[in-house]
């Protein structure tokens, strides 16, 4: 079903022919992710996926490897596989030998569209639920907000060509590519702009997102509260504590939400709301207020690195993938950045030859 990676393994143009390189750059974030993050049970997992008749295919897992390359470096699918041919600790990554072919540039979009959304959600989840196990992640709180995404449509070339007359305000609706794609505004600011909204659930400590939505950007805020918490509890298996943001996320849905599993509502309410004051003067509140900015980050480093700001694909279902990969990716460099820290300050041995985490193994 998949091609092996014999040559990398046995032959000396194998991994031997890298260790130099490796032991040189041991702090490398590949090397880093390969060592303490293992892959295996991937290519069983998602198995199904593929046919057992035809041409043998590249293994799931070095799809993956080639994905998170491409998105942690905010690549083109050609800018990928070049990347990987040229650069040795890249090629190390995927468990390519410095003989092996590379796939064709097209092969990443098809896997991409052979895992599909549903895939590519288990992936991250999966990831997120081998941290909470290994004590990476807890549950005691979680930071929930939201950010713009603007789709891969030209508003302007659609206001020169378009637009009839000044009452004219929907010339993008009828004529846009991406029909998925719809008007937002900030409320801080009252800035519109024209695609998605991410939402995300954090846990501030880390910087690691543990839940994750991609929606049609005039969603309300406090409308994500309810499927962000619900996925994180079903997928993960969380048992969240804490829930704190701003006050977008201010509202009954919200204090039901937290009503019904117990968790300590600490959004930060509105001037006027007094109805959702309780809870307002707690030492977890104060705690959940000022844990709030490191959130931040998690929006502000894969926008400018990783491209998170700009859609890639047309559609919701493609630009979810995006987000999910991003996202994945984001995770792996958090948790590289945890473990290393806990290794240093003792409170981690250094692993040996197994990796810290081993999320996509049945457990």
Same mark, same amino acid.
């Given at each position: 079903?998949?091609?092996?990676?014999?040559?990398?393994?046995?032959?000396?143009?194998?991994?031997?022919?890298?260790?130099?390189?490796?032991?040189?750059?041991?702090?490398?974030?590949?090397?880093?992710? +390969?060592?303490?993050?293992?892959?295996?049970?991937?290519?069983?997992?998602?198995? /199904?996926?593929?046919?057992?008749? !035809? %041409? *043998? @295919?590249?293994?799931?897992?070095?799809?993956?490897?080639?994905?998170?390359?491409?998105?942690?470096?905010?690549?083109?699918?050609?800018?990928?596989?070049?990347?990987?041919?040229?650069?040795?600790?890249?090629?190390?990554?995927?468990?390519?030998?410095?003989?092996?072919?590379?796939?064709?540039?097209?092969?990443?979009?098809?896997?991409?569209?052979?895992?599909?959304?549903?895939?590519?959600?288990?992936?991250?989840?999966?990831?997120?639920?081998?941290?909470?196990?290994?004590?990476?992640?807890?549950?005691?709180?979680?930071?929930?907000?939201?950010?713009?995404?603007?789709?891969?449509?030209?508003?302007?070339?659609?206001?020169?060509?378009?637009? +009839?007359?000044?009452?004219?305000?929907?010339?993008?609706?009828?004529?846009?590519? /991406?029909?998925?794609?719809?008007? !937002? %505004? *900030? @409320?801080?600011?009252?800035?519109?702009?024209?695609?998605?909204?991410?939402?995300?659930?954090?846990?501030?400590?880390?910087?690691?997102?543990?839940?994750?939505?991609?929606?049609?950007?005039?969603?309300?805020?406090?409308?994500?509260?309810?499927?962000?918490?619900?996925?994180?509890?079903?997928?993960?298996?969380?048992?969240?504590?804490?829930?704190?943001?701003?006050?977008?996320?201010?509202?009954?849905?919200?204090?039901?939400?937290?009503?019904?599993?117990?968790?300590?509502?600490?959004?930060?309410?509105?001037?006027?709301?007094?109805?959702?004051?309780?809870?307002?003067?707690?030492?977890?509140?104060?705690?959940?207020?000022?844990?709030?900015?490191?959130?931040?980050?998690?929006?502000?480093?894969?926008?400018?690195?990783?491209?998170?700001?700009?859609?890639?694909?047309?559609?919701?279902?493609?630009?979810?993938?995006?987000?999910?990969?991003?996202?994945?990716?984001?995770?792996?460099?958090?948790?590289?950045?945890?473990?290393?820290?806990?290794?240093?300050?003792?409170?981690?041995?250094?692993?040996?030859?197994?990796?810290?985490?081993?999320?996509?193994?049945?457990?």
């Amino acid at each position: 079903m998949f091609k092996d990676n014999s040559s990398f393994n046995n032959s000396f143009f194998g991994d031997f022919a890298f260790q130099p390189i490796i032991e040189r750059h041991d702090d490398h974030l590949l090397v880093l992710i +390969k060592k303490w993050v293992s892959f295996k049970g991937l290519n069983e997992l998602i198995s /199904d996926c593929y046919s057992k008749e !035809g %041409r *043998k @295919a590249y293994s799931p897992e070095m799809m993956l490897r080639f994905l998170l390359i491409q998105f942690l470096y905010n690549l083109s699918d050609r800018e990928t596989i070049e990347k990987v041919d040229t650069d040795l600790i890249c090629r190390w990554f995927v468990g390519l030998s410095l003989s092996d072919d590379l796939p064709h540039y097209t092969r990443l979009g098809t896997f991409k569209g052979r895992l599909g959304q549903d895939r590519f959600e288990q992936i991250f989840n999966l990831l997120v639920k081998a941290c909470r196990k290994a004590g990476i992640v807890s549950d005691e709180l979680r930071i929930i907000d939201t950010t713009d995404q603007k789709a891969k449509v030209n508003i302007q070339k659609l206001k020169r060509l378009f637009k +009839k007359d000044d009452d004219d305000h929907d010339y993008v609706d009828r004529n846009s590519k /991406d029909k998925d794609a719809c008007f !937002g %505004r *900030k @409320a801080s600011n009252g800035k519109r702009w024209y695609g998605f909204k991410v939402a995300t659930l954090v846990e501030p400590d880390t910087q690691i997102v543990t839940s994750l939505e991609t929606v049609p950007a005039n969603t309300s805020d406090n409308d994500m509260v309810r499927p962000l918490i619900e996925k994180e509890e079903n997928e993960v298996e969380s048992d969240i504590e804490d829930l704190g943001g701003d006050k977008g996320f201010l509202g009954d849905d919200t204090r039901a939400v937290c009503a019904e599993r117990g968790i300590n509502d600490y959004i930060i309410p509105k001037e006027n709301a007094k109805n959702h004051l309780e809870g307002k003067d707690s030492i977890g509140f104060y705690i959940a207020k000022n844990k709030r900015s490191a959130v931040e980050r998690i929006y502000a480093d894969p926008k400018r690195k990783q491209g998170l700001g700009q859609c890639r694909y047309l559609g919701i279902k493609k630009t979810s993938i995006q987000n999910l990969i991003i996202y994945t990716a984001h995770n792996l460099k958090r948790i590289t950045k945890v473990i290393k820290v806990r290794i240093e300050q003792g409170i981690l041995a250094p692993p040996g030859s197994k990796a810290v985490l081993c999320p996509f193994l049945a457990s």
